[in-house]
């Protein structure tokens, strides 16, 4: 499938997906997000597929936010009545059951530090730079940054980030625990590509069973959270792979898994 906005490469097992408006520092514009959505569709549904890097073309920005331009010339109604880039703001998170990561090489900003905090995590180049500014448009956070930075960085860090619009440094990201690791800028794709390779290596329904636990740490009590990561485990030990598994660590030799 060929996109206007984005392009998609499968590299083995890894599908990497770059933002591909690099004049306009990758705004998410509709379009992007038409094509982001079937991208991701489409590595969701590709069985080939255990891993997907996210990313930004040129070497500025992951993405400067929605693209300013557009949403300057919509009207209340139009956000409302196109229900502007709903599908991002919780569906296609909760689709991809496959893990993915974003590889963020610089401004993450307004929506696309949102978007790069919908990945299951964040590899940042010690040039990216982090903020919600959308106060200083005089809006805020919509696509779930009030959220999901709070929930990451604490509400002393967040509110100052909101209310400020400053932007936050990889160092400091790093930190606060809102990025996995920072890399230096040139090494960022190698690294995420081979951090995605050795997801992708290991039994493919283990790394959706794992997320889907950690992920529930967000949405449930502590019991709740611990009741479920059981019942996942005990449907794990029925699985083909745990079999092999167990056997190839026996058997001191690589497990050959089914994903089943
Ligand atoms: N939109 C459109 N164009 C952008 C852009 C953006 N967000 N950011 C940068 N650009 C464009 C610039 O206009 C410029 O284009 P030309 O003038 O060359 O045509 C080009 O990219 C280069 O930018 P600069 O010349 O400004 O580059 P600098 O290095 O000087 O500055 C910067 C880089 C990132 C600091 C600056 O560009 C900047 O402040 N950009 C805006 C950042 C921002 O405010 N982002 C938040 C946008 S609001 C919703 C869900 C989500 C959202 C909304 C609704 N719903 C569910 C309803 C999200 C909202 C947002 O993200």
């Not at 499968?10 to 379009?31: C, F, G, H, M």
């Not at 331009?69 to 709903?86: G, I, R, T, V, W």
């Not at 993450?108 to 530090?113: F, I, T, Y």
Request: aromatic letters at 6%.
């Amino acid at each position: 499938m060929s996109y206007e906005t984005i392009t998609v490469e499968q590299r083995d097992a890894v599908t990497l997906i770059t933002l591909n408006r690099p004049k306009a520092l990758n705004a998410l514009n509709s379009k992007v997000l038409e094509e982001l959505t079937e991208a991701f569709a489409a590595y969701q549904a590709d069985s080939s597929q255990l891993c997907a890097v996210l990313t930004g073309s040129g070497d500025k920005a992951f993405a400067a936010g929605a693209d300013i331009k557009e949403m300057s010339e919509k009207a209340a109604a139009d956000f409302y009545l196109e229900d502007f880039f709903s599908p991002w703001t919780s569906e296609i998170v909760k689709k991809t059951r496959k893990p993915w990561i974003a590889a963020v090489n610089g401004f993450a900003l307004g929506g696309g530090c949102e978007l790069a905090m919908m990945a299951d995590f964040i590899i940042a180049s010690e040039n990216a730079k982090f903020g919600q500014p959308e106060i200083k448009l005089g809006v805020a956070p919509g696509m779930g940054g009030s959220q999901r930075l709070t929930k990451a960085i604490g509400k002393s860090k967040a509110m100052e980030m909101c209310l400020t619009g400053r932007m936050m440094g990889a160092e400091e990201a790093e930190r606060s625990n809102l990025v996995a690791r920072v890399v230096p800028h040139d090494e960022l794709l190698d690294d995420a590509m081979k951090t995605a390779a050795q997801i992708a290596a290991m039994p493919p329904m283990a790394a959706i069973a794992n997320k889907e636990m950690v992920n529930a740490a967000f949405e449930t009590s502590l019991d709740q959270g611990l009741v479920i990561e059981r019942r996942i485990f005990q449907i794990l030990t029925a699985s083909e792979d745990k079999k092999e598994g167990m056997a190839a660590f026996v058997e001191k030799r690589e497990g050959k898994w089914k994903g089943r």
